[in-house]
C-alpha cells in the first residue's frame, strides 16, 4: 500500500519512483513465449482515452516515391486525470538534393470527439477514420495553413501486437497494475494523397508504416531510453520499438518488433534487439549520439521455420535533434518538468543511400534493400 501511494505521489507532482526492481514490471515478452503476436482486427485499435495519467498516440510514418519523408500524428495525453489535452503534429523532410530545412508542425486541438466505438478521432479541423473492414485510415487535417493533410493509408500486411494483448504492465500487483505500455503496428501499407505547404502540394505515394501507441503512465516513468526502427522496401517491411525502463523498474529492456511483406506477417514478436555499435558524445547535452547501429529480428513463421534478420551499418548525419522540453506541447513538457534528471532528447535519421536488411527464413536468404527511418530516444540517466 506505501508502495502505491508513493507511485500517486510521484505521478501527480513528479517526484521520483521509489525503486521497485524487475519484478514490478511484467514483460510482453512473457506473453510471446507461448504467443508470439496476435494479428489486429479493427476493435483493436480503438483509442483508449484514458482519464488518469497517460500519453496515447497515433502516428503513420510516410515514406513517399518522391523521396520524401513525413510523421503525421495525434496525440492525446492526460495529466493526473487533471487536464486532457490533444495535438495534431506533421514534420515533413525533403530529399537531400533540394537541401530544404524540415517543415515542423504541432497545433493543439479543440473539441475533441471519438466515434462510438472509439476507433475514429475527432476535433475541429482534424478527423483520423478507419473505414468498416479495418483495412484504411483517412487522415485530414486543417489545423495548420502551412501542412494540410489530405492522405489514405491502406495496410498491404496484417497488423499485429505482440503477444495476446500487446501489453507490459508495471506495479507490485501486476494483477492490478497501475501503469501499461502497448504497440499496434501496420508495418507495411501504402499510402495516397497530399501534404499541401506553402509551396504546392507534396505527393505522398509511397509506402507508410503506422504504430498506435499507449503509455498508460508518465513516460519516463515507463522508459529511460528508446530505439525505433522503421525498414521499408520493394518486397520486405520491418519494424522495431525497443525501450529499456529506468532503473526504480530494474533497467528492464522490451523490445516488440516483425517482419512483413504483402499480405503476410513473415515473423513478429520480442527476441529481438537494437545496439548503438558506435557512438560519439553530444557536447550539448551528454548523451551518447548514436553513429552507427545494428537491428536483429528474431522469430518463427506461422509454419515453424527459423526466421533471422539483420540491418546494420552507419547513419549518416542525423536528420534532426528534438530537444523534447523546447519543442514539445505544454501539457507533455508539464508531465516531465519537475521530474529530476530528465532531459529527453530524440536523435532522427534516415541513410541518404539505400540500407540492405541481411534476412534468412529457413535455409533461404536473401538481401533487401530499402529505406531506413529511425530513432534513438534519450529520457533518463
Known amino acids: 500500500m506505501f508502495n502505491w501511494a508513493k507511485q500517486q505521489m ?21 506473453q510471446a513465449k507461448t504467443k508470439p503476436y496476435t494479428e489486429l482486427k479493427r476493435e483493436d485499435l480503438k483509442w483508449a482515452a484514458m482519464v488518469s495519467t497517460c500519453v496515447e498516440t497515433q502516428s503513420f510514418y510516410l515514406t513517399a516515391d518522391s ?24 514534420k515533413i523532410f525533403y530529399p537531400a538534393a533540394e537541401k530544404k530545412q524540415y517543415l515542423w508542425s504541432s497545433d493543439p486541438l479543440s473539441n475533441v470527439d471519438f466515434s462510438d466505438d472509439k476507433v475514429n478521432f475527432y476535433a475541429d479541423n482534424v478527423a483520423v477514420e478507419l473505414n468498416d473492414d479495418g483495412t484504411t485510415y483517412s487522415i485530414k487535417s486543417m489545423t495548420n495553413p502551412q501542412s494540410i493533410v489530405n492522405l489514405s493509408v491502406t495496410r498491404t500486411a496484417p497488423g499485429f501486437v505482440v503477444g495476446e494483448d500487446g501489453k507490459t504492465n508495471f506495479g507490485t500487483d501486476l494483477a492490478d497494475p497501475w501503469g501499461t505500455m502497448r ?8 499510402c495516397e494523397g497530399t501534404i499541401l505547404t506553402k509551396d504546392g502540394p507534396i505527393d505522398f505515394k509511397g509506402v507508410t508504416m503506422f504504430v498506435h501507441a499507449l503509455q498508460g503512465m508518465k513516460p519516463h516513468h515507463a522508459a ?40 503476410e506477417i513473415i515473423a513478429a514478436g520480442s527476441s529481438n534487439s537494437a545496439t548503438h555499435t558506435q ?34 551499418g552507419p547513419l549518416d548525419e542525423r536528420l534532426d535533434r528534438v530537444d523534447v522540453m523546447a519543442e514539445v506541447p505544454g501539457f507533455v513538457k508539464a508531465i516531465v518538468a519537475s521530474a529530476v534528471g530528465t532531459k529527453p532528447y530524440i536523435y532522427q535519421y534516415s541513410p541518404h543511400t539505400p540500407i540492405s536488411l541481411s534476412l534468412k527464413i529457413g535455409d533461404e536468404e536473401t538481401v533487401a534493400q530499402g529505406t531506413l527511418f529511425s530513432e534513438a530516444t534519450f529520457i533518463s540517466a
Not at 553530444?282 to 537491428?295: G, L
Request: charge should be negative.
Open 10 to 30: 510521484a505521478n501527480v507532482v513528479g517526484t521520483e519512483e521509489p525503486i521497485y526492481g524487475p519484478s514490478a514490471v511484467q514483460s510482453v515478452a512473457e
Open 67 to 90: 523521396g520524401h519523408a513525413a510523421l503525421a500524428q495525434v496525440i492525446y495525453s492526460n495529466v493526473a486525470g487533471l487536464r486532457t489535452t490533444c495535438q495534431f503534429n506533421t
Open 183 to 190: 504497440h499496434a503496428f501496420w508495418p507495411r501499407a501504402k
Open 224 to 263: 529511460a531510453k528508446w530505439d525505433f526502427v522503421n525498414f521499408q522496401g520493394p518486397e520486405y517491411s520491418a519494424v522495431m520499438m525497443e525501450y529499456t525502463t529506468p532503473p526504480s523498474y530494474g533497467s528492464t529492456r522490451v523490445n516488440v518488433g516483425g517482419i512483413a511483406k504483402d499480405g
Open 279 to 312: 557512438s560519439k558524445e553530444d557536447a550539448q547535452n551528454d548523451w551518447p549520439e548514436p553513429e552507427a547501429v545494428k537491428f536483429v529480428w528474431s522469430g518463427q513463421t506461422k509454419d515453424g521455420k527459423s526466421v533471422d534478420a539483420v540491418l546494420e
